[in-house]
């Protein structure tokens, strides 16, 4: 996944205008409304010269913006601009049409991913394995029931048979991302531990746990493009 270096250039003087704890408290007093650079320095109690020192390495940075003030025109009032703010997110996914969870055996890990997706997201998912098992591992089909989702006992496929161009490819497994060279390779990768190895109720929790976590991250910044007809 490519990042344009304009863009994190942009983001790192963000955070450097942030990374200072005065600034971070008068970007706070700005979250829910405006203020003039005098009431900001009696609310937070810092000399004049100090906030607007702050202010400047904020304006200029993107992030607070300013405006004279309708009724008297000699005040001025401090805007933020959450827009900026909102840059600190992580990058966009682009043209995902599909997701495809892989794992080795697609019966646990790229299956309870699958299947957290459908639930979550508002684009179509699926799984397969780089060596599928016949079947979906019962512990994670009962997993996925104590959760309220379904998974298909045997509904496992090879990566061959699923990926078309244009998926977004995810390996949550180690092996998986490594064997995946060829021609569908992972545009993400989730280390996730298997839990078959352990091979407990806690594990496939704790599996299901991370998966859920990573899919609420990841769903956000998904730009689904044009789909398949």
Same mark, same amino acid.
């Given at each position: 996944?490519?990042i344009?270096?304009?863009?994190?250039q +942009?983001r790192?003087?963000?955070?450097?205008?942030?990374?200072d704890?005065?600034?971070?408290a008068i970007?706070d007093?700005?979250?829910?409304?405006d203020?003039?650079?005098?009431?900001i320095?009696?609310?937070?109690g810092?000399?004049?010269n100090?906030?607007a020192?702050?202010v400047?390495v904020?304006t200029?940075?993107?992030?607070?913006g300013r405006g004279?003030?309708? +009724?008297?025109r000699?005040?001025?009032?401090?805007?933020?601009?959450?827009e900026?703010?909102a840059?600190?997110a992580?990058p966009s996914v682009?043209d995902a $049409?599909?997701?495809?969870?892989v /794992?080795?055996r $697609?019966?646990?890990?790229?299956?309870?991913?699958?299947a957290l997706w459908?639930?979550r997201?508002?684009?179509?998912?699926?799984?397969a394995?780089?060596?599928p098992a016949?079947?979906?591992h019962p512990?994670?089909v009962?997993v996925?029931?104590r959760? +309220?989702l379904?998974l298909?006992?045997? +509904?496992t496929?090879?990566?061959d048979?699923v990926?078309?161009?244009?998926?977004l490819?995810?390996a949550? /497994?180690? $092996?998986?991302?490594e064997?995946?060279s060829?021609r569908?390779?992972?545009?993400?990768h989730w280390?996730?531990?298997?839990p078959?190895r352990?091979?407990?109720d806690?594990?496939f929790?704790?599996?299901f746990i991370?998966?859920?976590a990573?899919?609420d991250r990841?769903?956000p910044?998904?730009d689904?493009?044009e789909?398949?007809g």
């Open positions: 996944m490519s344009e270096w304009s863009s994190l +942009g790192a003087r963000i955070h450097a205008a942030l990374g704890t005065a600034r971070l970007v007093a700005l979250t829910l409304g203020a003039s650079p005098g009431e320095a009696r609310d937070l810092m000399p004049t100090l906030v020192h702050h400047k904020l200029e940075a993107g992030l607070v004279r003030s309708e +009724g008297d000699r005040r001025t009032y401090l805007r933020l601009r959450p900026v703010l840059t600190l992580p682009t $049409n599909r997701v495809v969870f /794992c080795t $697609n019966s646990a890990r790229s299956q309870l991913a699958a459908a639930s997201a508002g684009t179509p998912a699926t799984s394995g780089t060596k016949s079947r979906v512990r994670a009962a996925a029931h959760h +309220g379904h298909d006992p045997t +509904g496929a090879h990566i048979q990926a078309h161009e244009g998926d490819v995810i949550v /497994c180690d $092996n998986a991302h064997e995946l060829g569908v390779r992972s545009r993400l280390s996730v531990p298997d078959v352990v091979d407990t806690a594990a929790e704790a599996a991370d998966l859920a990573r899919v990841l769903a910044v998904v689904p493009g789909r398949h």
